[in-house]
């Protein structure tokens, strides 16, 4: 990989879809195998020599970006507010992604249970600095305990009566009997950029600038 090469990291999963023609819309067409979920390769070529992507864990995705073995990424914003990287610039809101942060708990306890009576509660997330800032803007002393996923096993195996997790369609917590009760933050996908690299590299600049034309275009169509 040559010094001037540029490369952006993307999320898997849902996101990644969503990238994709979003990523076209901005000049950048990745090989083939990228979009390809199956794929196990982590790097791909682009149609530009100079540009490269890595595909990597959303969580992952600003790690990469802040130390600056990736220049520019796409990553959610429950993941910035989550590590809060002192060393990345987010100047664009992509406008895919679309979901929010909540807290969750078991049916049966949500018809009896009112959030606003909360002093203390236990907790299953993956996002254990955003859930504390959160309760304790509230006044709620709040136990957060780690996971990374799998979730919504907390509550039924007595880990933690709810979770703070990801919320789309709903569907995942109804199949696992679990309903939303409040909600944190709304969420969507950012592009970020090295703050470095955004300084020295001469391609960067350019590229942020393409991705803000594509969200406007997308915006206008």
Not at 22 to 49: C, K, M, W
Request: proline fraction near 5%.
């Amino acid at each position: 990989m040559s010094s001037d090469t540029i490369v952006i990291a993307v999320p898997k999963g849902r996101i990644l879809k969503e990238a994709l023609p979003l990523l076209a819309r901005a000049g950048i067409v990745p090989e083939a195998a990228f979009g390809d979920e199956d794929s196990r390769a982590l790097r791909f070529a682009t149609q530009d020599a100079r540009i490269e992507l890595i595909r990597v864990r959303a969580f992952d995705v600003a790690t990469f970006v802040a130390h600056g073995a990736a220049q520019l990424g796409i990553v959610g914003s429950d993941v910035l507010a989550e590590f809060a990287y002192p060393e990345l610039y987010a100047p664009v809101d992509l406008g895919i992604g679309h979901c929010r942060l909540s807290v969750a708990e078991p049916a049966d306890l949500a018809a009896q249970d009112d959030p606003r009576g909360w002093s203390h509660v236990r907790v299953a997330t993956k996002y254990p600095h955003l859930t504390a800032k959160h309760f304790a803007r509230r006044g709620v002393q709040a136990e957060c305990i780690k996971l990374n996923g799998a979730m919504e096993l907390a509550p039924t195996l007595g880990l933690a009566a709810r979770i703070v997790d990801l919320v789309s369609s709903g569907r995942t917590l109804k199949e696992n009997g679990l309903v939303e009760v409040e909600r944190i933050i709304d969420v969507s996908a950012r592009l970020v950029v090295n703050r470095a690299a955004m300084k020295t590299r001469a391609h960067v600049f350019p590229l942020v600038e393409a991705f803000r034309a594509a969200v406007a275009a997308e915006a206008a169509a």
